[in-house]
Antibody
């Protein structure tokens, strides 16, 4: 059974940092591009970042460039999102997901990040 | 940047209806379009990828098509489990994915 399990969310003050993790199982993690997607309360889905299967290429949405870093550890079947200089507008449920390609398209259950003073 | 629009934003329908949702890309994305279903409090679920390929386990009443930069999700004979919000997503380039704003399908 395929599973993606996010962790690391919580309440943080503006300007603070959090590191999200996503543990993958049940599929060949190292073969897929991986993605972080977020959803603010009551809003739609918003792509955040992508990472190549071997970690060599990384892409970010404009508003998180320089603040967020996506990474992966294929030996541990894990994906990460380091979030620094957090803003109120970063408040959202953060999902990890695999590429929507054959054999992919899996999503985790999400982890809530709340940025508030 | 590629922009995605969806119409309608809300759709009221009855069980057994045929439902059509449209997604338009601001430029060519070839067939690199996926459709997701999301229910309240749950993660999105992949329905269709490469504009018309049904994901594993998805009922055959769901189908997708493409005409240029216009993409359509059709649900034949709407079932009670289908009331949800549907999103399109372009993945033409790994440098940027974009989601449509969503279409909520509710009970008439």
């Amino acid at each position: 059974e395929v599973q993606l399990v996010e962790s690391g969310g919580g309440l943080v003050q503006p300007g603070g940092s959090l590191r999200l993790s996503c543990a993958a199982s049940g599929f060949t993690f190292s073969s897929y591009w991986m993605t972080w997607v977020r959803q603010a309360p009551g809003k739609g889905l918003e792509w955040v970042a992508n990472i190549h299967p071997d970690g060599s290429d990384k892409y970010y949405m404009d508003s998180v460039k320089g603040r967020f870093t996506i990474s992966r550890d294929n030996a541990r079947n894990s994906l990460y999102l380091q979030m620094n200089s957090l803003r109120v507008e970063d408040t959202a449920v953060y999902y990890c997901a695999s590429d929507p390609t054959p054999g992919g398209g899996y999503w985790g259950q999400g982890t809530l990040v709340t940025v508030s003073s | 940047d590629i922009q995605m629009t969806q119409s309608p934003s809300t759709l009221s329908a009855s069980v057994g209806d045929r439902v059509t949702i449209t997604c338009r890309a601001s430029q060519s994305i070839s067939n690199w379009l996926a459709w997701y279903q999301q229910k309240p409090g749950k993660a999105p679920k992949l329905l269709i990828y490469t504009s018309s390929t049904l994901a594993s386990g998805v009922p055959s009443r769901f189908s997708g098509s493409r005409s240029g930069t216009e993409f359509t999700l059709t649900i034949n004979s709407l079932q009670p489990d289908d009331f949800a919000t549907y999103y399109c997503q372009q993945y033409n380039s790994y440098s940027m994915f974009t989601f449509g704003p969503g279409t909520k399908v509710d009970i008439k």
